[in-house]
């Protein structure tokens, strides 16, 4: 293992992104240190229990970064957003977040920074305050004297297992039409393929690269929910009335009609060049699994997606 003795600081190791990209990298040999905002959490302990360092510190606490940043070959960067449920950030907060950790991974020497952005990142706003917050770190880091690689997810798979997306009544609601395709990748990939930029540097520094590792419409979501169910799941796009009172879902409908949201990643490239990428049908028999049990168990809450 040629990177063993090279250290790789991860943000947000204790959630999804984060988490994936530890073990990723875990496996590939690497150091790992995570910051963490309680060490003795149960999540801090996990990862301690696998090899990963944690070392206390928080986003908006930057000699905390610059402490946990000395001497680390690489950091991966990820922030909290407006747009997840239960999040108390401002989009104010994730810009000076991703902002902060970039210029203390140049100012520490830091060798390689990858940042996770998002598929919809791009010069002009979307209008939606926590995608448009990505595009102005991504700006950020391009113009820092560090070997920088943005990563641009599609949509999670794991997003359509959220409570109140209808699975435990037998129907699955998300934002494209039943005929509309939409890009989506596991979580588990997003870490494989973080893996593989800091493996091979030369390669992947100076690059934004989109990442996804299937593309469904909603009826082939229902279908392939339907076989790993093994009972009728149906799909629909979110309700009118919802998308009409809701100001993020109903602008994030629109991105998925105008283009923006639903992810223009090569596939066939991407399958070539990360052949563990895991399609739809094999993250619901793997490690969605358990997620789609959950959600197919009776609830009756309202909706987590915002
Ligand atoms: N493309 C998509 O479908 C999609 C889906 C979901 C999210 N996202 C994006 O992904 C990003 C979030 O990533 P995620 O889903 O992996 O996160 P997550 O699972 O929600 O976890 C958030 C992580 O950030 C850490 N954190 C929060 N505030 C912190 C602070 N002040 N200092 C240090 N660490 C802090 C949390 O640590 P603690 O354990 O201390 O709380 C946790 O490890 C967001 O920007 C969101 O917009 C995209």
């Known amino acids: 293992m040629t990177n063993i003795n090279k250290t790789v600081v991860i943000l947000g190791a204790t959630g999804q992104q984060g988490g994936s990209v530890a073990a990723a990298l875990r496996a590939d040999g690497w150091a790992?240190?995570?910051?963490?905002?309680?060490?003795?959490?149960?999540?801090?302990?996990?990862?301690?229990?696998?090899?990963?360092?944690?070392?206390?510190?928080?986003?908006?606490?930057?000699e905390s970064l610059r402490?946990?940043?000395?001497?680390?070959?690489?950091?991966?960067?990820?922030?909290?957003?407006?747009?997840?449920?239960g999040a108390d950030v401002t989009d104010e907060d994730e810009v000076?977040?991703?902002?902060?950790?970039?210029?203390?991974?140049e100012r520490c020497g830091v060798a390689h920074l990858v940042y996770s952005s998002t598929v919809a990142a791009g010069p002009t706003p979307t209008g939606i305050g926590h995608l448009d917050t990505k595009s102005r770190v991504e700006a950020h880091v391009r113009n820092l004297d560090i070997a920088s690689t943005i990563i641009r997810p599609a949509t999670f798979m794991e997003i359509l297992m959220l409570p109140g997306m209808g699975l435990d009544r037998g129907h699955l609601?998300?934002?494209?039409?039943?005929?509309?395709?939409?890009?989506?990748?596991?979580?588990?990939?997003?870490?494989?393929i973080v893996a593989a930029v800091f493996g091979s540097p030369d390669r992947y520094a100076g690059r934004t690269v989109e990442i996804a590792g299937d593309?469904?419409?909603?009826?082939?979501?229902?279908?392939?929910?339907?076989?790993?169910?093994?009972?009728?799941?149906?799909?629909?796009?979110l309700?009118?009335?919802?998308?009409?009172?809701?100001?993020?879902?109903?602008?994030?409908?629109?991105?998925?009609?105008?283009?923006?949201?639903?992810g223009n990643a090569n596939l066939d490239a991407l399958r070539a060049e990360f052949p563990f990428l895991l399609r739809f049908d094999r993250w619901?028999?793997?490690?969605?699994?358990?997620?789609?049990?959950?959600?197919l168990r009776p609830a009756g809450t309202g909706i987590a997606l915002r």
Do not use: C, W
């Open 239 to 262: 309700p009118a009335t919802l998308l009409a009172q809701d100001e993020v879902l109903g602008k994030s409908a629109a991105l998925v009609d105008n283009g923006r949201l639903v």
């Open 284 to 295: 619901l028999a793997g490690p969605g699994a358990g997620l789609l049990e959950e959600a």
């Open 215 to 237: 593309a469904l419409t909603g009826k082939a979501l229902a279908e392939h929910l339907t076989q790993a169910a093994g009972r009728p799941i149906s799909y629909s796009r």
């Open 67 to 85: 402490a946990a940043f000395l001497d680390a070959h690489g950091v991966f960067s990820v922030q909290p957003s407006s747009g997840q449920a």
């Open 96 to 105: 000076r977040f991703g902002t902060t950790v970039a210029e203390i991974a």
């Open 173 to 192: 609601s998300f934002l494209m039409r039943p005929d509309q395709a939409m890009q989506f990748i596991a979580v588990r990939d997003i870490g494989r």
């Open 32 to 62: 790992v240190r995570a910051v963490v905002r309680d060490p003795s959490g149960h999540r801090a302990r996990s990862l301690s229990a696998t090899g990963v360092e944690t070392v206390r510190g928080d986003l908006g606490d930057p």
